[in-house]
């Protein structure tokens, strides 16, 4: 399974941004596909995971992000609202064989990541 991130972007504060994760190779829908990110100088968190039909986030931006997916185009969205620039980061999509874990480690595949920079 290959991985595609796109969408990040630079948005002000309250900004909106969809993040898009392609994959190639075969069927996407047997897999978790989570997304994570990595600020400057931090190490890289759970954001948010969805297999199936079940979704998962982190306490941080529940309320405040959305994951999607549409299998027929093999791709899992993230809308994000309400930007701060605590957002900032290099978001990546990462897929596993399997329900979603919160770990980076329980992840296989990984997208290349894509930046959000959301300015005050």
């Known amino acids: 399974v290959q991985l595609q991130a796109s969408g990040g972007g630079s948005v002000q504060t309250g900004g909106s941004l969809r993040l898009s994760c392609v994959a190639s190779?075969?069927?996407?829908?047997?897999?978790?596909t989570g997304w994570f990110r990595q600020a400057p100088g931090k190490e890289r968190e759970f954001v948010s995971a969805?297999?199936?039909?079940?979704?998962s986030y982190a306490d941080f931006v529940k309320g405040q992000f959305t994951i999607s997916r549409d299998n027929a185009k093999n791709t899992v969205y993230l809308q994000m609202t309400s930007l701060k620039p605590e957002d900032t980061a290099v978001y990546y999509c990462?897929?596993?064989?399997?329900?979603?874990?919160?770990?980076?480690?329980?992840?296989?595949?990984w997208g290349q990541g894509t930046l959000v920079t959301v300015s005050s």
């Open positions: 969805i297999y199936r039909s079940g979704s």
């Open positions: 190779g075969q069927s996407f829908s047997g897999y978790a």
């Open positions: 990462a897929a596993r064989w399997g329900p979603s874990r919160y770990s980076e480690n329980e992840y296989v595949y």
